[in-house]
């Protein structure tokens, strides 16, 4: 997509205590700020403005708007509204007027992408797409019409999925899953302790990554998980497995760096793609199958909702809700199996 085109901008309302602010950018960077008690108020005095000003909002202007809305309204992390962006940016140009937002040439790029990506990925980058249009509508309604975005909403609802694709990750097995976490700590170190804080802990790849030593509690019995979905997130994890312990303990030389550092990289420490390598190399050496790091975290979501764990007490663990847990993580069959098994030692028991 093209550069953004620079000039004369308004943009808000963005929500500062009580009330909302328009913030107007001259073509020279200079930037005045103006408040309003309610966003309605806002919203009115910024299409006045706009009319007043004789310029039409871009794509570009209303995507980070929509950013700021995630940020402030939803406290949404830096990475999660990052990643968002990245899958909107391949249907649209941020250059464009905003009233030039329509679905023709998105359902266009969908069915060329399509022929390259899975269903699954395509259908994620177009419900985004059409949550930025669901906001643009809100917004700024004189851009764009109910017509036109309830063609937008339309787009994907015929991205038929087979059955069995969802949105779940590859998992291990059971036995594939003993074999690999034997592998990794007999490997130990930084890769070993970075994927059993997947499959033991649950733990998301973004989770692992930016652990700090300050994170590692009381020797490694204690780990806590900092600002992971949204900015104020916060949960931590026992670590009951002895040998688990050791080894993050041994990961910590001072409270204030990574936990996984990287001299070369301009962010100070391990990226996705190292942990996807060493994922892949460890379930080599165990003879398992080809997971990501979300197939492990899913792994051990199946294997403990399975074993007869609540869901609910599951979902808290990893960071998520019951839903998200049953529907997007544990394999179909775990829930029954889990409830059947929790039957079988009431009758044991007596009870």
């Known amino acids: 997509m093209g550069r ?3 000039g004369l901008r308004i943009l808000g309302p963005y929500r500062k205590g009580n009330r909302y602010q328009l913030i107007t950018i001259t073509p020279g960077g200079i930037r005045k700020a103006e408040s309003y008690a309610t966003r309605r108020e806002a919203e009115a005095r910024l ?3 706009r009319k007043v000003m004789g310029i039409g909002g871009l794509i570009g202007d209303a995507l980070d708007q929509y950013e700021q809305m995630k940020r402030l309204d939803h406290q ?4 999660s509204i990052g990643r968002e962006r990245g899958r909107i940016a391949h249907y649209i140009d941020e250059c464009a007027p905003l009233d030039s937002l329509r679905a023709a040439p998105i359902r266009k790029i969908m069915k060329a992408r399509l022929a390259s990506f899975k269903k699954i990925t395509v259908k994620k980058e177009v419900e985004s797409v059409k949550s930025f249009a ?5 917004r700024f309604p004189a851009e764009l019409s109910r017509t036109r975005l309830s063609e937008i909403l339309e787009l994907g609802t015929e991205i038929r999925l087979r059955k069995g694709e969802s949105r779940r990750k590859p998992q291990l097995t059971f036995d594939e899953a003993t074999r690999f976490v034997d592998q990794a700590f ?4 930084e890769e070993g302790c970075a ?10 790849g973004k989770e692992i990554l930016e652990l700090r030593g300050r994170d590692v509690d009381q020797g490694g019995a204690i780990l806590h998980i900092r600002g992971t979905k949204t900015a104020g997130s916060y949960r931590s994890i026992v670590v009951y497995d002895p040998r688990m312990r050791e080894l993050l303990a041994s990961m910590v030389e001072d409270p204030a760096d990574y936990l996984f550092p990287s001299e070369r990289s301009s962010i100070g420490r391990r990226c996705h793609n190292w942990l996807r390598a060493v994922i892949r190399r460890i379930g080599q050496l165990a003879g398992t199958s080809l997971v990501p790091p979300h197939g492990l975290r899913g792994s051990l979501t199946t294997r403990l909702i399975g074993l007869g764990l609540d869901p609910a007490l599951v979902s808290d663990f990893q960071g998520n809700s019951p839903t998200v847990a049953l529907g997007h993580y544990a394999q179909p069959g775990s829930q029954d ?3 059947a098994r929790r039957a079988q030692l009431r009758v044991i028991n007596g009870g």
């Open 4 to 6: 953004r085109r620079k």
């Open 47 to 49: 299409n006045a403005e």
């Open 76 to 79: 949404i992390s830096e990475y």
């Open 134 to 138: 669901r906001f643009v509508a809100r």
């Open 186 to 189: 007999e490997i130990g170190g």
């Open 195 to 204: 994927v059993l804080c997947a499959l033991l802990l649950g733990m998301r």
């Open 337 to 339: 199996s889990g409830a």
